[in-house]
C-alpha cells in the first residue's frame, strides 16, 4: 500500500501564552467569544472560538509582563477588516461605557479604508485583524514621493496602523512638527496637531501644548473639509478644531 499523501487542507491555531485564565476569558467572552475549554491547574489552559476562527493560551513564561505588549501575536486574514472592529468597539461599548483605546486590554483605532487593526488582550497577546487584499509592499518609514510634515504624516500612519507603536508616532510626530511645521499648509499642520492630541489622550500625556496650538490656527473651509475627511474617525475632532 502506498503513503497516505498529505492533503492540503490543514488548520492552523495560534498558542499564545496566558498570564490569568479568569482575566483572559472574561475579556475575550465580553466581545463575544466562546470559551470552548478553560482551566488553570494543573496547568493553565484556555480555548476560545469566535466566527471561523480559534485562540489557544497555555501557561505563560516566567517573569511575564503583559504592560510590554510582547507576549505573543497572532495574524487573522480576513476579507474585509471594518466589520471586525465594529463588532468588537460595540462590544466593549456595551461592557465597558466606550471603546478601549489606551491601555491593556484595548484596540487599536480604525480609520476608514485601512487594512488592518490590532485587538490587545489582558494578557499583552497582539491579535492582527488584516485584509486578504492588503498590498504585499508596504513603505514602511513614509513614502519616497513625500517630503516634510507630509512624508512624517505618512510616518505616522505607518506606526499606528502597521507597526503598534504609538509611543514610537508620538515622537516622531512631535520632532516633524519642530522641524518642518512652520513650512507646512495650514492643513498639514492642523491634521498633525490633531494626531499629536489624539496620540498624547491615548498615550495618558498632556494634550493643551498640542490643543492650543490647534485652537490658534486659522482655518479655511476647504482646510476644515480636508481635516474632517481625513480625521472623520477620530473621537473628539470636532471639540479640537477652532
Not at 486574514?77 to 468597539?89: G, I, K, L, R, T
Request: one cysteine or more; aromatic letters at 8%.
Amino acid at each position: 500500500m502506498g503513503e497516505t499523501p498529505v492533503r492540503p487542507n490543514e488548520t492552523t491555531v495560534p498558542l499564545m501564552p496566558c498570564a490569568s485564565v479568569e482575566e483572559m476569558s472574561a475579556f475575550y467572552e465580553s466581545l463575544g467569544f466562546e470559551a470552548t475549554y478553560k482551566q488553570s491547574r494543573p496547568y493553565v489552559y484556555l480555548a476560545l472560538r469566535w466566527s471561523g476562527f480559534q485562540l489557544h493560551f497555555g501557561p505563560a513564561p516566567k517573569g511575564l509582563d503583559p504592560a510590554r505588549e510582547e507576549s505573543g501575536g497572532c495574524l487573522v486574514m480576513v476579507d474585509a477588516v471594518q466589520p471586525y472592529h465594529e463588532a468588537f468597539a460595540a462590544a466593549m461599548r456595551r461592557v465597558h461605557g466606550k471603546v478601549l483605546s489606551s491601555g491593556v486590554p484595548r484596540i487599536t483605532r480604525y480609520r476608514p479604508g485601512a487594512s488592518r487593526f490590532t485587538l490587545i488582550d489582558p494578557s499583552g497577546n497582539s491579535i492582527v485583524f488584516i485584509q486578504r487584499d492588503e498590498p504585499e509592499e508596504v513603505e514602511y518609514g513614509g513614502s519616497k514621493k513625500l517630503t516634510g510634515l507630509a512624508k512624517a504624516l505618512d510616518n505616522n500612519r505607518i506606526l499606528r496602523e502597521f507597526k503598534n507603536d504609538e509611543a514610537h508616532a508620538f515622537r516622531a510626530l512631535k520632532s516633524a512638527m519642530r522641524r518642518h511645521g512652520a513650512d507646512a499648509p495650514v492643513a498639514e499642520r492642523a491634521i498633525a496637531l490633531c494626531h499629536l492630541v489624539d496620540l498624547a489622550t491615548v498615550l495618558g500625556e498632556p494634550t493643551d501644548p498640542w490643543a492650543t496650538e490647534l485652537r490658534g490656527l486659522e482655518l479655511t473651509a476647504g482646510d476644515r473639509q480636508r481635516i474632517e475627511a481625513e480625521l472623520a474617525h477620530v473621537p473628539g475632532l470636532q471639540e479640537w478644531l477652532p
